[in-house]
C-alpha cells in the first residue's frame, strides 16, 4: 500500500517532495495543468505542464486504486470473507489489475458452470485433483455420482463428475493471480491484434477494407490503426480479436499448474485446454482491449495537443498598432474588418472569382478597405480558393507593410453555427460568423480556438474516437 503517495510518485518522477505537494494541493483547489504551469512557478519550483499532467496522472491513479481498494475490503468484510492475510495480500497491491486480480475469486459472481459443478457438490473432488497425488480418478468419481449417494445432484455418471471437477478447476486456474500475471505479459508481449470483416458487409463496410484480414503484433500496431480497427468493430462493420498462440498460453499455464505426471495431472490439464478460451483468455482481451484503446487514446490526444501548440505559437500575429484585419471565407469573398480586440468593424461579399469584371471591382473594394481602416493583416481561410485568392491579393496595390497570412479554418463552420457566435453576432449569418472567427485565429488562436469542439479543430489523428474530457 502506498502510504506516503507525494513520497511515491516524487520518486518515480524524479522530483522534490515539495513539488509534487504543492502540485497537488493546486491541482485539489481547482487549479488547472496550464494555469499552474503559467502563473503558480514559485509554488512548483517551475515545473512544466508535462510534469504537472504526470502528477495530475499519478494522483489519480493512486486516488483510484485506493478507492477501490476500500470499496473491495468494505464488500469482503460484509460478507464475512475477509481474513487478516487477504487483507494484507490486498494492502499490498499497487496496480489496479494486480488488486482485482486478488479479488476475482471473492467476487460475487453469475451462475458458472463451475459454480453449478459447487452446487452438485464436487468441489471436494476437484480439490482432491488439484493436489495431483496418485490415485485412480475414475474411482474417486463414482462417490459422486447420484446412484452411489443416494442423491439427486444430478450427477448421473463418473464422466458427470469429472466434467463438473474440472470446470471448477479451470475457474481456479483463471483467476490464479500469478496465472493472470504472466497471460497478461504474453498478451502483451506476443500477442496479436487481427480484424475481419463481418460476413456479408464487404460492400457496406468499403472504407474498413484494409482491415479486412489484418493481423499486427499488439506491442506494434499503432495506435490509429487501433483506433480505427475498434471504430470499425463499434460500427458492427469489423470482427476483432487480440490474442497471443494458444497453444503458448495453454504450455505456460500447464508450467505453472502441473507438479506430476499423475491421472490427476492429466485432468488439470484437460481443464486448462478445455477452458483456456472461453475463460481465462476472453477475460485477458477485454482487460488488454480496453488498455489498447487508453494507450491508442493518449497517442492521439498528445498528437493533437502537439499539433494544435504548434498551430497557436505558430499563428498569431500581434503588434503595438492597432491592427485590422481583413478576414476570408468561402469562394464568395466574405471580407470583415476587425479591431485589435478582434471586434467586428465592417463587413461586406466580394466576388473576385467570377469573371474580370467582378475581379476589378473586387480589387477596388478591397484597396479602398484597407486604406479606409488602416489594415496592417489579411487572414485567408485555407478552404475552398484559398490559393486562387491569395494570388489575386498579391496583384491588388495594397501598402506593402500589409502581410497575408493563410489561416486553418477547421472547425470555423461548426463555430459559426453554435450557441456562442449566434450570441456574438446576433444579427450577422453564418458566413459573416466564420470569417470573423478566422480573423481572429490570427490575431490570438487559442482565445478562439476555445470556442469550438476540440473533435472539430482539425489538427489531430483520430481524436474523434477520444473521450471527450481527457481531449
Same mark, same amino acid.
Given at each position: 500500500?502506498?502510504?506516503?503517495?507525494?513520497?511515491?510518485?516524487?520518486?518515480?518522477?524524479?522530483?522534490?517532495?515539495?513539488?509534487?505537494?504543492?502540485?497537488?494541493?493546486?491541482?485539489?483547489?481547482? #487549479?488547472?495543468?496550464?494555469? @499552474? +504551469?503559467?502563473?503558480?512557478? !514559485? =509554488? /512548483?519550483?517551475?515545473?512544466? %505542464?508535462?510534469?504537472?499532467?504526470?502528477?495530475?496522472?499519478?494522483?489519480?491513479?493512486?486516488?483510484?486504486?485506493?478507492?477501490?481498494?476500500?470499496?473491495?475490503?468494505?464488500?469482503?468484510?460484509?460478507?464475512?470473507?475477509?481474513?487478516?492475510?487477504?487483507?494484507?495480500?490486498?494492502?499490498?497491491?499497487?496496480?489496479?489489475?494486480?488488486?482485482?486480480?486478488?479479488?476475482?475469486?471473492?467476487?460475487?459472481?453469475?451462475?458458472?458452470?463451475?459454480?453449478?459443478?459447487?452446487?452438485?457438490r464436487l468441489e471436494p473432488l476437484a480439490l482432491q485433483i488439484w493436489g495431483q497425488e496418485d490415485f485412480?480418478?475414475?474411482?474417486?468419481?463414482?462417490?459422486?455420482?447420484?446412484?452411489?449417494?443416494?442423491?439427486?445432484?444430478?450427477?448421473?455418471?463418473?464422466?458427470?463428475?469429472?466434467? #463438473?471437477?474440472?470446470?471448477? @478447476? +479451470?475457474?481456479?486456474?483463471? !483467476? =490464479? /493471480?500469478?496465472?493472470?500475471? %504472466?497471460?497478461?505479459?504474453?498478451?502483451?508481449?506476443?500477442?496479436?491484434?487481427?480484424?475481419?470483416?463481418?460476413?456479408?458487409?464487404?460492400?457496406?463496410?468499403?472504407?474498413?477494407?484494409?482491415?479486412?484480414?489484418?493481423?499486427?503484433?499488439?506491442?506494434?500496431i499503432p495506435s490509429h490503426r487501433v483506433l480505427a480497427m475498434l471504430r470499425g468493430e463499434k460500427e458492427?462493420?469489423?470482427?476483432?480479436?487480440?490474442?497471443?498462440?494458444?497453444?503458448?498460453?495453454?504450455?505456460?499455464?500447464?508450467?505453472?499448474?502441473?507438479?506430476?505426471?499423475?491421472?490427476?495431472?492429466?485432468?488439470?490439464?484437460?481443464?486448462?485446454?478445455?477452458?483456456?478460451?472461453?475463460?481465462?483468455?476472453?477475460?485477458?482481451?477485454?482487460?488488454?482491449?480496453?488498455?489498447?484503446?487508453?494507450?491508442?487514446?493518449?497517442?492521439?490526444?498528445?498528437?493533437?495537443?502537439?499539433?494544435?501548440?504548434?498551430?497557436?505559437?505558430?499563428?498569431?500575429?500581434?503588434?503595438?498598432?492597432?491592427?485590422?484585419?481583413?478576414?476570408?471565407?468561402?469562394?464568395?469573398?466574405?471580407?470583415?474588418?476587425?479591431?485589435?480586440?478582434?471586434?467586428?468593424?465592417?463587413?461586406?461579399?466580394?466576388?473576385?472569382?467570377?469573371?474580370?469584371?467582378?475581379?476589378?471591382?473586387?480589387?477596388?473594394?478591397?484597396?479602398?478597405?484597407?486604406?479606409?481602416?488602416?489594415?496592417?493583416?489579411?487572414?485567408?481561410?485555407?478552404?475552398?480558393?484559398?490559393?486562387?485568392?491569395?494570388?489575386?491579393?498579391?496583384?491588388?496595390?495594397?501598402?506593402?507593410?500589409?502581410?497575408?497570412?493563410?489561416?486553418?479554418?477547421?472547425?470555423?463552420?461548426?463555430?459559426?453555427?453554435?450557441?456562442?457566435?449566434?450570441?456574438?453576432?446576433?444579427?450577422?449569418?453564418?458566413?459573416?460568423r466564420g470569417t470573423v472567427s478566422i480573423g481572429r485565429r490570427l490575431m490570438d488562436p487559442l482565445s478562439?480556438?476555445?470556442?469550438?469542439?476540440?473533435?472539430?479543430?482539425?489538427?489531430?489523428?483520430?481524436?474523434?474516437?477520444?473521450?471527450?474530457?481527457?481531449?
Amino acid at each position: 500500500m502506498l502510504d506516503d503517495p507525494i513520497s511515491q510518485i516524487a520518486k518515480d518522477l524524479r522530483l522534490r517532495p515539495g513539488q509534487v505537494s504543492a502540485t497537488a494541493s493546486l491541482l485539489d483547489g481547482g #487549479g488547472t495543468v496550464p494555469f @499552474i +504551469a503559467r502563473y503558480r512557478k !514559485e =509554488n /512548483t519550483g517551475s515545473l512544466d %505542464e508535462v510534469e504537472i499532467t504526470s502528477i495530475r496522472n499519478r494522483l489519480f491513479q493512486i486516488r483510484e486504486l485506493t478507492e477501490r481498494r476500500r470499496v473491495i475490503l468494505e464488500s469482503l468484510e460484509k460478507r464475512g470473507l475477509l481474513t487478516n492475510e487477504l487483507q494484507k495480500t490486498i494492502l499490498g497491491a499497487e496496480t489496479l489489475s494486480t488488486l482485482e486480480d486478488i479479488y476475482l475469486p471473492y467476487r460475487p459472481k453469475r451462475r458458472t458452470r463451475a459454480t453449478i459443478a459447487k452446487e452438485k457438490r464436487l468441489e471436494p473432488l476437484a480439490l482432491q485433483i488439484w493436489g495431483q497425488e496418485d490415485f485412480d480418478v475414475n474411482e474417486a468419481a463414482a462417490k459422486y455420482v447420484d446412484s452411489n449417494t443416494g442423491t439427486v445432484n444430478g450427477v448421473d455418471n463418473v464422466q458427470d463428475a469429472l466434467t #463438473g471437477a474440472r470446470d471448477i @478447476i +479451470a475457474e481456479w486456474v483463471s !483467476e =490464479n /493471480t500469478i496465472a493472470r500475471r %504472466e497471460i497478461r505479459k504474453l498478451f502483451w508481449s506476443e500477442g496479436t491484434f487481427s480484424s475481419s470483416v463481418i460476413s456479408g458487409k464487404r460492400e457496406e463496410a468499403s472504407k474498413y477494407r484494409d482491415y479486412f484480414e489484418w493481423k499486427e503484433p499488439v506491442i506494434k500496431i499503432p495506435s490509429h490503426r487501433v483506433l480505427a480497427m475498434l471504430r470499425g468493430e463499434k460500427e458492427s462493420m469489423l470482427s476483432i480479436n487480440i490474442s497471443p498462440p494458444a497453444v503458448q498460453a495453454v504450455a505456460m499455464l500447464h508450467d505453472i499448474f502441473i507438479t506430476g505426471e499423475t491421472q490427476a495431472s492429466d485432468e488439470i490439464n484437460q481443464a486448462i485446454k478445455d477452458r483456456y478460451k472461453p475463460l481465462l483468455e476472453a477475460s485477458m482481451e477485454t482487460e488488454v482491449r480496453k488498455e489498447a484503446r487508453i494507450r491508442a487514446e493518449d497517442t492521439a490526444i498528445a498528437v493533437f495537443a502537439d499539433n494544435l501548440r504548434g498551430t497557436v505559437d505558430g499563428s498569431s500575429h500581434r503588434t503595438e498598432k492597432r491592427p485590422r484585419i481583413g478576414s476570408w471565407l468561402s469562394f464568395r469573398l466574405q471580407s470583415g474588418l476587425l479591431d485589435s480586440q478582434g471586434q467586428l468593424l465592417h463587413n461586406d461579399t466580394v466576388s473576385p472569382h467570377t469573371g474580370d469584371r467582378a475581379e476589378e471591382e473586387a480589387g477596388y473594394k478591397i484597396v479602398d478597405l484597407c486604406r479606409l481602416y488602416d489594415v496592417e493583416a489579411i487572414a485567408v481561410g485555407n478552404g475552398t480558393a484559398s490559393r486562387e485568392t491569395e494570388a489575386f491579393l498579391k496583384t491588388l496595390e495594397l501598402d506593402s507593410n500589409i502581410d497575408i497570412f493563410m489561416v486553418n479554418e477547421n472547425g470555423a463552420s461548426v463555430y459559426s453555427a453554435s450557441e456562442v457566435a449566434r450570441n456574438e453576432f446576433p444579427d450577422h449569418d453564418l458566413t459573416v460568423r466564420g470569417t470573423v472567427s478566422i480573423g481572429r485565429r490570427l490575431m490570438d488562436p487559442l482565445s478562439e480556438l476555445v470556442k469550438i469542439d476540440p473533435k472539430s479543430i482539425g489538427v489531430g489523428q483520430y481524436q474523434h474516437e477520444s473521450t471527450r474530457n481527457p481531449l
